[in-house]
């Protein structure tokens, strides 16, 4: 992953487009591989295992006939 800084002032509203256009401009791929480097570091300093992974939940539903 490349690192990237860019400072703003902290009500600059450039700053969230920029940010918007960041992201938008990752594939999902790149996307799922920040949030994982970020869950990382999130249970690392919690004191959590980090090898666990992002669970997938499936939840079934019944759809009224209309």
Do not use: F, N
Not at 5 to 23: C, G
Not at 30 to 58: N, T
């Amino acid at each position: 992953m490349e690192k990237y800084v860019k400072k703003y002032h902290l009500k600059d509203p450039q700053q969230y487009e920029d940010e918007r256009e960041y992201w938008r401009s990752k594939t999902p791929e790149e996307r799922l591989m920040a949030l994982e480097e970020l869950r990382k570091q999130y249970m690392k300093l919690k004191g959590i295992d980090a090898e666990q992974r992002v669970q997938r939940v499936c939840k079934i539903i019944k759809r009224s006939e209309s």
